[in-house]
């Protein structure tokens, strides 16, 4: 079983609607997750972050957390083409705020899912 | 405020060769990370520093591959003797750690060639 796992799509979804990204990963002791966007060309670019379970919403971006089912997700609403790229989910088996955890800083990648935004 | 720097941008090389990718952090971020992406493959982690030591070498894929921080700023990764499945996009990134939730932030990554 992959630790992060994703959806490598391509998800096509028509412009104006809600696109739904969605993660799951194996260690349970993860504290820290992470969506990333990446432009085709470009280097990824960190989007949203979220730590505890629940809903955390930063502008037309929402992210997901259910650590109970191992599970993220990140929704876009009012998709725009502009939107189009591959998002990776990461993960941080123990990033905590205010404690530092030498020896386990690095983040663990899902291969992404290309999302196509349809005009 | 100024975000990770990487040079070169795009470096083509001979097999056998050594090349050396430099990494300019975020000013004030302490962990620094080596990561690399090959064509269609997902993100591995090389290497991570916490000031100038590696607490965590792991993903380093070989001894042919080695890296350094100084000065808990700037780092170059080196790769001896080049071999072709070493062509990958090379990124670095930075963090607070740990001061943050480890929020990575990526510099724009080096494109490694090796003919």
């Known amino acids: ?119 | 405020g100024a975000g990770v720097s990487q040079s070169p941008s795009n470096k083509v090389t001979e097999k056998g060769k050594d090349v050396e990718l430099r990494c300019d952090p975020i000013s004030g971020h302490t962990a620094l990370y080596w990561y690399r992406q090959s064509l269609g493959q997902g993100l591995e982690f090389l290497i991570y520093f916490q000031g100038n030591s590696a607490p965590d070498k792991s993903g380093l894929p070989s001894d042919r591959f080695s890296a350094e921080r100084t000065g808990g700023s700037v780092s170059t990764l080196t790769i001896q003797r080049t071999q072709q499945e070493d062509s990958a996009v090379y990124l670095c990134a930075s963090s607070r750690v740990p001061r943050s939730y480890n929020e990575q932030f990526f510099g724009p990554g080096t494109r490694l060639t090796v003919l």
Do not use: H
């Open chain 1, 1 to 119: 079983q992959k630790e992060v796992e994703q959806n490598s799509g391509p998800l096509s979804v028509p412009e104006g609607a809600i696109a739904s990204l969605n993660c799951t990963y194996s260690d349970r002791v993860s504290q820290s997750f992470f969506w990333y966007r990446q432009y085709s060309g470009k280097s990824p670019e960190l989007i949203m972050s979220i730590y505890s379970n629940g809903d955390k919403e930063d502008g037309r971006f929402t992210a997901q957390l259910n650590k109970a089912s191992q599970y993220v997700s990140l929704l876009i609403r009012d998709s725009q083409p502009s939107d189009s790229a591959t998002y990776l989910c990461a993960v941080n088996p123990r990033g905590r705020k205010g404690i530092s955890n030498f020896g386990n800083e690095k983040l663990t990648f899902g291969t992404g899912t290309r999302l196509t935004i349809i005009p």
